[in-house]
């Protein structure tokens, strides 16, 4: 079977033309995500505490 003819399940699930069910905010926040660093430094204490990626690394307070 050729790749090109079966759609993704992302293709099942939204098919082309679907986007304008989305806000210009969310579609904005999809194309333009916030960088990493900015997200850990705005969780709480207690979820860097929980978070494994960030084991052994010092907090900022």
Do not use: C, F, Y
């Amino acid at each position: 079977m050729n790749k090109e003819t079966v759609p993704s399940q992302a293709e099942k699930s939204n098919p082309e033309g679907d986007e304008s069910q989305l806000s210009p905010e969310v579609l904005d926040k999809i194309k333009h995500p916030p960088k990493m660093d900015d997200v850990i430094r705005e969780q709480s204490p207690e979820e860097r505490k929980s978070n494994p990626a960030l084991i052994d690394q010092p907090s900022d307070e």
